[in-house]
């Protein structure tokens, strides 16, 4: 059986990064809000700032080390899979994810360690520094991956000599069209990802009667901020989304499910897709939606797939049903969010279980909406692994073979299945144990210091904990 390469190459990386990318975005948003409470702390002097402080950052450990273990194949997947494009782009690429290194790894790993071991051994104000620097690097990291990332999607400021591209500005490199909506649009996620957990887990504690004003306390505070960034992640994405038309029409096209350029074009709910067909079996829609939407005019024009040959159209299908998942996450976070101030209005907040019961499922969404908006964005540039510049086909190491990439996937999958189920098993632990009594005369002993980050957490990962009470 013929398998083919490029297809299973690009199914191989895609399923190392989506599992990869849900533990960064997340521990971006929890490094911040990590430092916040420990700087409530310093500021008010309130330990019950500093016990969830504490416990998140119990949480933010764990997260952080599935995801540096999830991540470290990536690079591998380089050499062994895209051989041709490190040839290409290596001129570009590698100094961006070198200076990656150089000023976000090395500043999260200095203080790391103080954040997770420093506490009771550094002052509660050097403690708070050090989570802020981990929070810092975090965003630091985000800001190199998605100068990248955007070069690949919108790329200037370079030259192709022989074959390989040369770069003739840097500043046009790593400001691309593309990167501030980017770069601005996964911000947001990363905070409404680690808000929405806050919030489910909080409301988990709130059911069952833990730590209750704790807990209050965490779910108040992340609402108010959900409440402001819920609405403006979606005034950004429309932002981003006239950028695409602009410097990726056909990436726009595929998300609208666009085949004719037109005018008056409707705002699909549902369709059914059909590249053969070169239209929709069925639409369902709202007339002249699309147009108002991305020409701010429901008479404007919106370019459709037709423009280009069939061959170097995106998977339609998989990036129109993406983006709608997308956007259904996006709108039920923003009615979360009105929801909650409606009722802590009410005075039910705290007390209302359908809604906590909400928040608890809730948790998910962000993490949904990433990795469709993820989907969105990489499958919508298709066949181009550099818009306009180098396809897949030319991306692709020559002498690799579909059943090597076949074999290799099924180790991924079954090595990352390993990892997801023993970190999210001891992620639930950690969550049930539950915030600790802190002892500010708690002794230091030698013997008893961590030796790696997830021993912060205090948690075995068997056995019980006084998690079981609950």
Partial sequence: MALDPILLSRLQFAFVVSFHAIFPVFTIGLASY?????????????????????????????????????????????GTNWSNFVRFAANIIGPLLSYEVITAFFLEAGFLGVLLFGRHRVSPSVHFFAALMVAVGTFISAFWILVSNSWMQTPQGFEIREGVAHVTSWMEAMFTPSFPYRFAHMALAAFLTGGFVVCGVSAWFLIRGRDVEAHRRALS???????????????????????????????????????????????LLFALPDRELQANRMEIGIPNGASLILRHDPNGVVPG?????????????????????????????????????????????????????????????????????????????SPWLVYNVLSYKDAVTPSLSGWMVLVTLIGYITVYAVIF??????????????????????????AD??????SATHVPFDGHTSASRS
């Fill in 305 to 381: 797939l037709k423009e280009i040959p069939e061959s170097q159209q995106p998977p339609v299908w998989m990036v129109f049903y993406s983006f709608r998942v997308m956007v259904a996450m996006g709108l039920l976070m923003i009615a979360f969010a009105l929801a909650g101030l409606f009722l802590r209005k009410g005075g039910r907040l705290y007390t209302s279980r359908f809604y906590l019961r909400g928040l608890q499922f809730m948790s998910l969404a962000p993490f949904l909406a990433v990795l469709s908006g993820w989907f969105v964005t990489e499958i919508g540039r």
């Fill in 221 to 267: 505070m992340t609402l108010w901020l959900l409440l402001i960034l819920a609405p403006l992640q979606a005034f950004v994405g429309d932002e981003h989304g006239l950028d695409t038309l602009e410097h990726q029409p056909m990436k726009v096209a595929a998300m609208e499910g666009n085949w004719d350029t037109q005018s008056n074009v409707p705002l």
């Fill in 421 to 446: 189920v023993s970190g999210v098993y001891y992620l639930f632990k950690v969550i049930r144990q539950g915030l600790d009594e802190l002892d500010p005369d708690e002794e230091i002993h030698d």
């Fill in 449 to 454: 210091r961590p030796a790696r980050p997830l």
């Fill in 34 to 78: 990590v430092a916040v409470l420990q700087g409530l702390y310093v500021a008010t002097g309130n330990a019950v700032w500093d016990r969830l402080g504490y416990f998140w950052t119990k949480i933010f450990a764990v997260v952080f080390g599935i995801g540096v273990v999830s991540g470290i194949v990536m690079a591998f997947q380089f």
